[in-house]
């Protein structure tokens, strides 16, 4: 999986972050989402999501979709963190600013 | 929310999500984009033409192959060199560098009249700026204008364009339509339609667009080459029935030539209808509750347009002339109509003929386009100055004329801008540069004049402006050395 670098979960926490790097085109987001599902499925509790984005370049619109899905399902929580100048655009241009916690 | 609302939404959050990828794409894979449609919009221009004619019923569906191939090649050429992404100019001398950013999704509003032709243009033009597009077409345009959609989408997609950069709607209605156009998250409305319509998406409170009706005036000068002026008069007016709101509405001559124009007329299948046949064809093309054209008339041939009259016209009839004494509400005749069906007038001379132009032009076509013929260049300029139009033809058919590339160096266009006159913020060929938002960096580059000149010199009221202008052209004293 190129575009994501691993999932850490840090039980004690109960958060689940997930970094992603490179550009995360229609076939990647596709990949990171499956991958990222079959992670927080396999963990015995709810717990936080978080997606660090520090070495992303390109956000392609599917994965802002697998973004608001999982903001929405994530029972314990979603949170997009590290972003940069350029990506932190993209988000705020698709009006998701508003609905999710981006930092 | 009601159904055209909740489907308003699930539109433009796609288009949304397109918009926030597409504004990470530079100009190089933008125009990889653009080409792709371009050529799958001509590959498929027959289909696309027979499929327009075939659902609306208007027109002539060779003439719309031949709007297709204007609407992918000649726009696709007059665009495809245009800076639309990044830095698009630097002035090292002003400081200023000017940087495109795309505008956002918009609504693309397609007429009944031109429907594949209009669906392509809105789209490439739009995806060059980078910009989503939902089409909304008119319903009697519905599954021929997704047919173009469909296309150009594959093709994008193909070429590496964001998912939902090209929407369209299945089910045309009022209710979605305006549900769409007043959204938040629509940055511009760019429609094409009739004046109710474009009067709806001025009022959205979404920046619009909007390009209404036109009211051709043609002025055969009596310095023309009339063979000519007549030869182009019907190839513009009769091209695709008349569709295109750049057509010729009214011919106007002077006596000295009036017997020749309509000589040259009748010799090439243009039939003078008599009083009582004005009137017959007058019920039929105007709607005698609003005064506006019948729509079952638009885009008929003349044959047909006599038939649905009740007259009889010689078989080789292409083109219908109404003699007409004025313009105005009184003669139905003297408005907007979008068939083969013109109306004639005589006046004794180039100051009445002038005049009625004048009346013509500001009989429902204010801001549009105004034609003339002649071979007199101060009466050329005369008819410009005087004309209320963005475009002012000259010795060229008004339809191909006014929308560029063919006949003249304007910008290809399906979308005329028709200034204030026509509540519109441009004059202009609409085109993708009418579709980014331009950020400037602005470098310090100091006005000497306005920095060495203390402040205290205008708070002083003894110092008049002749001091303050200097008393040569007002533009600046001593500060500019």
Known sequence: ?103 | MSDAEVMAEELLARASLAAAEFNQLDQAAVDRIVEAVARAALENRITLARLAWEETGKGVWQHKVLKNVVAALLVYRDIRHEKTAGVISEDAETGIIEIAQPLGPILGIIPVTNPTSTVIFKILISLKARNPIIISPHRAAVECCAAAARVCSAAALAAGAPEGCIQWITESSRELTHALMSHPRLALVLATGGPGLVRAAYSSGTPAIGVGSGNVPVFVEKSADIAFAVENIILSKTFDNGTICASEQAVVVEEETAARVRSEFERRGGYFLDPEQTVRVAAAAVRADTGLMNPAIVGQSAARIAEMAGIDVPAGTVLLLAPQEEAGEEYPLSGEILAPLLAFYVRPDFSAALKLCIDLNYRGGVGHTASIYSENESRIREFAELMNAGRIVVNTPSSQGAVGGMFNRLPVSFTLGCGAGGKNITTENITARNLINIKRVCRRRENREWVETPAEKYLNGAVGADEIMGSGNGEGGEADG
Request: charged share 20%.
């Open chain 1, 1 to 103: 999986m190129d575009n994501i670098v691993r999932c850490e979960f840090d039980a004690e926490a109960g958060v689940l972050t997930c970094f992603f790097r490179g550009r995360l085109d229609a076939p990647a987001s596709e990949a990171a989402a499956a991958a990222v599902a079959a992670r927080i499925e396999a963990l015995a509790s709810p717990a936080r999501v978080v997606f660090d984005l520090g070495e992303v370049v390109y956000i392609a619109s599917a994965f802002l979709r697998f973004c608001l899905l999982t903001g929405s399902s994530a029972a314990a929580g979603f949170a997009i963190v590290n972003t940069s100048p350029f990506t932190k655009k993209v988000f705020t241009v698709a009006g998701f600013d508003r609905v999710l916690d981006i930092s």
